[in-house]
Nanobody, 123 residues
Framework: QVQLVESGGGSVQSGGSLRLSCATY???????MAWFRQAPGKEREGVAA???????TYGDSVRGRFTISQDNAKNTLYLQMNSLTPEDTAMYYC??????????????????WGQGTQVTVSS
């Protein structure tokens, strides 16, 4: 079992920034990690992912604005979000698995999920 705890969500104005954190109770280098988000009435969307060798991938809607990273010493995953817009408003979830799925931004590839942290961007 992999326990994931997100934090860092909140309310921000359009153009602002937030950094989300996902604490893992285990060795983060053992896991394939990802961030997903889900807005009301919409399907869960893959935002960014990081493989066990440090490779990253981003969803089209956030590429160039969001950055995924991790601190191995703290076993924590981060999502730096810049130039936020109201369209980024959603519940953000951290996900992990021992194996990286073929499609890194597909939610069914991850078996372990956090509870989520809410991000609200106002215009």
């Amino acid at each position: 079992q992999v326990q994931l705890v997100e934090s860092g969500g909140g309310s921000v104005q359009s153009g602002g920034s937030l950094r989300l954190s996902c604490a893992t109770y285990g060795y983060i280098t053992h896991y394939c990690m990802a961030w997903f988000r889900q807005a009301p009435g919409k399907e869960r969307e893959g935002v960014a992912a990081m493989t066990t060798d440090g490779s990253t991938t981003y969803g089209d809607s956030v590429r160039g604005r969001f950055t995924i990273s991790q601190d191995n010493a703290k076993n924590t995953l981060y999502l730096q979000m810049n130039s936020l817009t109201p369209e980024d408003t959603a519940m953000y979830y951290c996900a992990a698995d021992f194996r990286c799925p073929v499609r890194l931004l597909e939610q069914r590839g991850y078996n372990f999920w956090g509870q989520g942290t809410q991000v609200t961007v106002s215009s």
